[in-house]
């Protein structure tokens, strides 16, 4: 079963930092998603993209962060400017095309520890 | 404001029994419903879909009420392989947005021997 893939699993850098969290969705899904979960707290929501660009981001999703998709299989989220509050699991979740396939499938996440 | 609401637990049960999970939602424009299953530092997992007319598959069942917007989950002959923390998640699709999917805090349930 085709499965969404995320490297590395887990990311240490110093505050400050430029990161760059990659995923491969799964290979005939159109819409791909970033979410994060800081521990002990609920899954949110960060930016989804369609068509190569931005289709909805949230508040946390400021200037400090952007995505690409630099070929037809890698989906990556940068952060410029790491803080000690961007430690959290970074998911990645894709969605095929078409009516009646909402559902998204996530990858196992990237746990990122800002020190 | 997008909300989803849960009861964070947690659920302590013993083998064999059975429990229920309610969620509740706050955006009427929510379109699709589900529950996630989450291990303790794994990613969510989709459990089921949960349809107006209500859905069961083998010992899950999962019902939905719009007018009330209420979402529920009950698990029979709970197994130790059950515990893990349920996410209820709502997905909104309007104007030009791609489904986001809103995630409660979630239940987390605790199956003894």
Redesign the interface.
């Given at each position: 079963e085709p499965e969404v893939t995320q490297t590395p699993s887990h990311q240490v850098t110093q505050m400050g930092q430029e990161v760059i969290l990659r995923c491969v969705p799964i290979s005939n899904h159109l819409?791909f998603?970033w979410?994060r979960q800081i521990l002990g707290?609920?899954?949110?929501?960060l930016v989804?993209f369609?068509n190569n660009e931005i289709?909805?981001k949230?508040e946390i999703f400021d200037d400090q962060f952007s995505v690409e998709r630099p070929d037809g299989s890698n989906f990556t989220l940068k952060i410029r400017s790491t803080k000690l509050e961007d430690s959290a699991?970074y998911?990645c979740?894709s969605?095929p095309q078409g009516s009646g396939t909402?559902?998204?499938?996530?990858?196992?996440?990237t746990?990122l520890t800002v020190l | 404001r997008k909300e989803v609401e849960q009861d964070p637990g947690p659920f302590n049960v013993p083998e064999g029994a059975t429990v229920a999970f309610n969620c509740t939602y706050s955006n009427s424009a929510s379109?699709?419903f589900?529950w996630y299953r989450q291990d303790c530092?794994?990613?969510?997992?989709?459990l089921m879909?949960v349809y107006s007319s209500g859905n069961e598959d083998g010992r899950f069942t999962a019902q939905l009420n719009r007018a009330s917007q209420y979402i529920s989950l009950l698990i029979r002959d709970s197994k130790l392989s059950d515990s893990a923390t349920y996410?209820c998640v709502v997905?909104f699709?309007y104007g030009?947005?791609?489904?986001?999917?809103?995630?409660?805090?979630?239940t987390k349930l605790s199956v003894k021997p």
């Amino acid at each position: 079963e085709p499965e969404v893939t995320q490297t590395p699993s887990h990311q240490v850098t110093q505050m400050g930092q430029e990161v760059i969290l990659r995923c491969v969705p799964i290979s005939n899904h159109l819409y791909f998603y970033w979410y994060r979960q800081i521990l002990g707290q609920k899954v949110e929501f960060l930016v989804s993209f369609y068509n190569n660009e931005i289709s909805e981001k949230s508040e946390i999703f400021d200037d400090q962060f952007s995505v690409e998709r630099p070929d037809g299989s890698n989906f990556t989220l940068k952060i410029r400017s790491t803080k000690l509050e961007d430690s959290a699991m970074y998911f990645c979740a894709s969605r095929p095309q078409g009516s009646g396939t909402d559902t998204q499938y996530f990858g196992p996440g990237t746990r990122l520890t800002v020190l | 404001r997008k909300e989803v609401e849960q009861d964070p637990g947690p659920f302590n049960v013993p083998e064999g029994a059975t429990v229920a999970f309610n969620c509740t939602y706050s955006n009427s424009a929510s379109q699709s419903f589900f529950w996630y299953r989450q291990d303790c530092r794994k990613e969510p997992k989709l459990l089921m879909s949960v349809y107006s007319s209500g859905n069961e598959d083998g010992r899950f069942t999962a019902q939905l009420n719009r007018a009330s917007q209420y979402i529920s989950l009950l698990i029979r002959d709970s197994k130790l392989s059950d515990s893990a923390t349920y996410l209820c998640v709502v997905n909104f699709f309007y104007g030009g947005s791609q489904g986001n999917l809103i995630f409660g805090k979630g239940t987390k349930l605790s199956v003894k021997p």
